[in-house]
């Protein structure tokens, strides 16, 4: 049995209405289709996957098999589904290949029980990658089960029993991508008159998606085969050599995939910046990097750690990587800093120098892209490292001229001169018409004379005849290669050849089952452990420099080339190229034999901005540590900043970012460091403010880290007789009876789904009231209950009917105020000033809540209660699956909800409001929006709540902001801490109670499970 996953459909009319755009772009000169390939990429992977599977082997039958199809544009992700209909003891075996070919019971390969992590033999692919292909789910009860361990990439699921006479129903099965592989918006564009070609293009930018790793900022234990236990380190973000296999950095094939990046996403996106840091931390003393660290591996390492793939070819590249990745992003502050490893690696390579200049290849070094044995080498003298070392020393001079080391510069670019001319004269073969292989053998080497041509070594005169004497290279990666060369050197026929001879058109083939992706070597793999999504064989870079025709030939996109390469089926293109100071738009189209060339620069003013990091997870610091935050600011003139700590230490400052002679001035790149530490369980918080000349704030920045923030408690002890309050309100709400409940049905904007206005009998003087949606088809379903923030309360979205309800689960928008649905905006607003007491706005008033029983939060908690007793007593409802949500007073409200009613499943929160309300008056930092502490909010605080929330929920807080101090992260923490059950929490740095950065720079998260049942 196949099952295609039911996005099949929307994703043919999307394809065809996607192609229709594209005939479009050629019949006007806009740039529509820009938007509309976003909007493409956006439909394809918004687009939900669901599959319902019923799995059943009778004791005399055959053994049930089905098979998910995600499609050509599948992903990866940690497998999980809803388990259900359960009969006996069934054991689902999942098993995950990329083809039809790969289908089996352990999948496309298998490992078995090979988890060998950090130890003297590579463990691929690394974790938390699981190193099998298959997991065994052990279904002891209905409910959710996910493995894990993580796919990095799957087009086939197909799931089957190990166990006779038992039954299982499969429901919405998933791969979730929780940091699998990157979300990064694809903001470049590229388009042509050969449809191939684009879609090869877009093929590559997504391989490049499916390969970009998220960083991971605190801990992660995972559970291995044969080593129990295993504790992951935080890890920066990364540009992996592929989705599937490996899912390591690799120095030297970050020269290939780095420009697919530049082609598709924002200059200051973090994988390739992070990568070369990642590459600098793991490096000895003598000046090696390694070719391929662990993401979670730092320095310093001792000389002769040449890590788990020793290759002085591999560690070279990583000056060419770093200067390629200024060009296009001009990151000044990123060159310093990783300029001394440049420089440390050129000098330990010319110590492996013949006094001639010559590189000689030692054994314990000797692996390289076309040996991958260690200690193999019958060639001490390889012409392809000798090209890579000139370019190496030429890109290392562009660098340090750039840097204002002019005295390096040339001494580098003598040395690249003497080498090329030795290159010449020991491996040309003129009769040939070609470079040797090595002084050791005459043959011919593709990846020398690709690299040659690729890195504009050769002569016009060289590069022709090796255009004769080449011929189709094998691996891909290679064969890339002669397309750039051949692209550089002007022979755009050759280079389309090139491109077409391989597998980059077959993968697009309607034909071809396996993942629309660039692949390893560029073979289409149908088994086996190579890797289906391999970003060093995208060509996205490729066509956008030579076919688009825009390179960069100064830093920063200081200055660029636009120079299209026409050939016989490309006589127009179009496209988007992303720099620091904005796009380049450009089209051509051949006219009387030349291309004409529309070219338009949208460059936009600095706009500034502050940002701030702390030294590492700014969640792991323990009491009396040294907390570090470096400050970056752009197009500000000054930045006068604050430190405040939950211990009571504060320290504040300010420094220009211009020249002044009256306050301290940073250079120019240079960061500002602020140093604190703390002595109490806690956070600190610092708030930086960019001001312009006029003083002025034009940015800010609000953020901070914690110590020992597992050991922060409540600060406050818990009121008398909490359970007996709880008890007695209980009773009060009992004595209202729910009977005269008005459910009124409305028209509702979605097929399916009928809506209600609801209105029921609660203590407290008010009524509950909300919009009940539930699905049309008769059955019975899970129910989610949804409650709003402070302000949101009193919105449209509060009382106004809602769009879209969801059509497959009941739901419940409740209102927290009791106030009848759908009036005029004037009987809100004269409801909301009855609200409040004393001057205060709801809730605020410290007379008011001194008595528990008169509080405003009193009939709020009341008018949650009867909400969740009225849903529960309807019944479409499953009677199993209760979840409540919200955030800020919504986040509150859940939490009553979930510690007052044991039905509630799961609580699924962010920014909670009122956590440890009192414990700014204990000497913690002050929120900017607080209630004034008296000791009877005790009994509404969620820090007492939290232990009363049962094993059986759940309780989820998506995120926390390490600058929302209208929600401190001390309070936030003391809930989380004393929470009994099942629970996640994430920190991001940055957040403020209204705005979460866009690109976090810092996120921080704890667990206290990991839900697997896998065998």
């Known amino acids: 049995m196949r099952i295609e996953n039911n996005i099949s459909k929307c994703q043919k009319f999307v394809n065809i209405f996607f192609r229709f755009i ?10 529509l289709l ?7 990429s956006f439909a394809m992977k918004t687009l939900p996957v669901y599959s319902v599977v019923r799995l059943e082997w009778q004791e005399d039958g055959e053994r049930p098999v089905a098979v998910l199809d995600f499609g050509p544009d599948c992903e990866g992700g940690y497998p999980a589904f809803t388990a259900s209909g359960i009969k006996g003891a069934p054991v689902v075996r999942a098993s995950y290949a990329c083809h039809p070919g790969g289908l089996g019971d352990t999948g496309d390969f298998s490992h078995e029980t090979r988890a060998t992590y950090l130890g003297p033999e590579v463990d691929l692919p690394i974790l938390p990658a699981s190193t099998n292909r298959h997991d065994l789910f052990r279904i002891s009860a209905p409910g959710r089960y996910e493995a894990p361990l993580q796919q990095g990439l799957v087009r086939y699921v197909r799931l089957t029993l190990d166990t006779p006479g038992t039954a299982v129903t499969i429901t919405s099965f998933a791969l979730e991508n929780r940091g699998t592989h990157a979300i990064e918006p694809v903001v470049g564009a590229f388009d042509c008159t050969d449809a191939s070609l684009a879609a090869i293009w877009r093929m590559s930018v997504r391989t490049c998606q499916l390969a970009a790793i998220p960083a991971r900022t605190s801990p992660l234990t995972v559970q291995t085969a044969n080593h129990g236990q295993v504790t992951l380190g935080p890890s920066r973000a990364y540009l992996s050599d592929g989705a599937k296999r490996d899912r390591l950095v690799w120095s030297g094939d970050l020269w290939w995939a780095q420009r697919n990046a530049y082609a598709a996403w924002d200059y200051d996106s973090p994988y390739m910046p992070e990568s070369l840091r990642m590459l600098a931390e793991n490096r000895t003393p003598e000046g090696y990097v390694q070719a391929c660290p662990y993401p979670e ?14 290759s002085d070819e591999f560690a070279a590249w990583f000056v060419p990587v770093l200067w390629d990745h200024i060009l296009h992003s001009g990151d000044r502050a990123l060159a310093e800093e990783l300029y001394p490893v440049a420089r440390d690696l050129v000098a330990y390579l010319r110590r492996h120098c013949r006094a001639d ?11 390289h892209a076309s040996s991958l044995d260690f200690g193999e080498s019958s060639t001490y003298h390889r012409s392809y490292i000798n090209i890579l070392l000139w370019k190496t ?4 001079a562009s660098l340090a001229e750039w840097l204002g080391d002019g005295e390096s510069a040339a001494a580098w670019r003598a040395v690249a001169e003497s080498l090329a001319a030795l290159i010449r004269r020991l491996f040309w073969d003129a009769g040939k018409g070609r470079f040797v292989g090595a002084l050791e053998t005459d043959e011919f080497q593709g990846e020398a004379n690709g690299l040659a041509l690729a890195a504009r070594f050769c002569t016009d005169e060289e590069a022709a005849a090796i255009r004769r004497s080449i011929a189709r290279h094998q691996h891909g990666k290679f064969q890339a290669l002669f397309v750039r060369g051949l692209y550089e050197y002007g022979y755009a026929d050759d280079a389309v050849a090139r491109i077409y001879e ?21 073979g289409l793999h149908t088994r086996g452990w190579g890797d289906e999504a391999h970003p060093d064989t995208a060509i996205a870079g490729i066509l956008t420099n030579y076919v688009l025709g825009v390179e960069p030939i100064a830093p920063g996109f200081e ?22 100071w904005g796009a380049i738009r450009v089209t051509w189209r051949m006219e009387d034999g030349k291309p004409v060339i529309d070219c338009r620069e949208e460059r936009h003013p600095i706009t500034p901005s502050i940002s701030f990091t702390s030294g590492r997870d700014p969640l792991s610091y323990d009491l009396g540590d040294e907390i570090t935050f470096s400050i970056r600011a752009r197009g500000g003139s000054r930045i006068r900043w604050k430190c405040l700590g939950d211990d009571g230490r504060e320290s504040h400052g300010e420094v220009s970012c211009l020249p002044s002679a009256q306050m301290e001035t940073l250079l120019p790149g240079e960061p500002l460091k602020v140093t604190t530490a703390l002595d109490r369980p806690g956070f600190v918080r610092l708030r930086a403010d960019l001001l312009d000349s006029a003083g002025k704030e034009v940015a800010h920045f609000d953020g901070g880290a914690g110590a020992a923030v597992d050991d922060i408690r409540p600060d406050n002890p818990e009121p008398p007789g909490f359970d007996e309050f709880w008890e007695r309100r209980r009773a009060a709400l009992a004595a209202i009876l729910m009977a005269g409940a008005e459910c009124l049905e409305i028209k509702c904007e979605r097929e399916g789904v009928r809506l209600y206005k609801v209105s029921i009998p609660c203590a407290g003087g008010r009524p509950s009231t909300g919009y009940l949606s539930i699905p049309k088809a008769e059955g019975r379903y899970p129910a989610r209950v949804h409650f709003h923030g402070y302000n949101n309360s009193w919105s449209e979205n509060a009382y106004r009917p809602p769009k879209n309800p969801p059509a497959d689960a009941i739901f ?3 209102s927290a105020h009791g106030f009848e649905l759908d009036r005029e905006p004037e009987y809100y607003t004269a409801l909301r000033a009855t609200c409040g007491s004393n001057g205060y706005d709801y809730a605020f008033d410290p007379v008011q809540n001194s008595d528990p029983e008169k509080a405003y939060f009193g009939g709020m908690t009341w008018r949650v209660m009867r909400a969740l007793e009225y849903l529960k007593s309807r019944q479409e409802w499953d009677g199993k699956t209760l979840i409540v949500e919200g955030g800020s007073q919504g986040g509150l409200q859940s939490i009553w909800a979930a510690t007052l009613d044991h039905d509630v499943t799961e609580c699924q929160i962010f920014i909670p409001w009122c956590c440890n309300i009192g414990g700014p008056d204990s000497g913690r930092v002050r929120g900017d929006w607080h209630i004034e502490w008296v000791p009877t909010l005790g009994y509404y605080d969620p820090a007492n709540m939290a232990k009363r929330i049962p094993s059986t929920c759940r309780v989820t807080i998506s995120w926390a902001g390490l600058g929302d101090y209208i929600c401190p992260p001390s309070g936030v923490m003391s809930f989380y801490n004393a929470l009994k059950c099942p629970k996640s929490i994430m920190f991001v740095q940055g957040a403020e109670h209204t705005y979460y950065p866009p690109a976090p720079q810092q996120t921080s998260g704890r667990t206290t499970t990991v839900t697997c049942n896998a065998v």
């Open 393 to 396: 020393y030429r890109d290392a």
């Open 357 to 367: 200049g010559l590189f000689e290849q030692r054994i314990e070094t000797a692996k």
């Open 502 to 522: 391989h597998g980059w058109p077959k993968a697009l083939d309607p034909s071809w089952e396996g993942p629309r992706l660039t692949s390893e070597c560029m």
């Open 812 to 814: 419940f928008d409740v």
């Open 297 to 310: 591996s730092r320095g310093p390492l001792a000389d002769g750690d040449y890590g788990p793939f020793p």
């Open 22 to 31: 594209i005939c479009l772009r050629f019949m006007s000169n806009s740039f």
């Open 559 to 580: 200055k660029y080339t636009v120079r299209p390469r026409p050939s016989a089926g490309v006589t127009g293109a179009s496209g988007v190229v992303p720099t620091p």
């Open 34 to 40: 820009e938007s509309l390939i976003q909007y493409y």
